[in-house]
């Protein structure tokens, strides 16, 4: 155990975000999405909700210039309590996150260098995060 890192972060976790290079990306995706088809690495953390896991993420990785935040549109293209929970766990804003339909998302998921699958059950809770460059102050 190590102390200053959030407990959702496991060794197994922190181990791939750090192998993340710039403009890699993690999906933190819901209980409905297909992480072990579109994924090569997959961390299940059933019992945690995708804004949660989000926020414990946020606190080791910075994102990379907008869009750094990517989520899934809903059907409607209505913003969903779930994804004002997720910009505000990643700390971006409507203007600076990137709505993709869903099967684009899917597409650009397919990328994503690890898929962090939670036990979220609410429809669209999926966000895809592009890693900054550590250490860097933006202006």
Request: charged share 25%; glycine share 8%; aromatic share 6%.
């Amino acid at each position: 155990m190590l102390e200053g890192i959030h407990p959702l972060l496991t060794g197994e976790m922190l181990l791939h975000l750090d192998r993340m290079g710039h403009s890699d990306s993690v999906v933190v995706a819901d209980a409905h999405f297909p992480a072990w088809a579109l994924g090569e690495r997959v961390v299940d953390l059933p019992g945690t909700t995708t804004p949660e896991v989000v926020a414990a993420i946020r606190t080791v990785l910075p994102l990379d210039d907008a869009p750094g935040l990517d989520l899934m549109e809903s059907a409607d293209a209505e913003v969903l309590d779930v994804q004002r929970e997720l910009m505000a766990s990643a700390g971006t804003t409507r203007e600076t996150t990137r709505f993709v339909e869903r099967f684009a998302y899917y597409d650009i998921a397919k990328g994503a260098y690890l898929l962090v699958r939670t036990g979220e059950t609410r429809k669209y809770g999926n966000a895809l995060l592009r890693k900054g460059v550590v250490g860097h102050v933006s202006a």
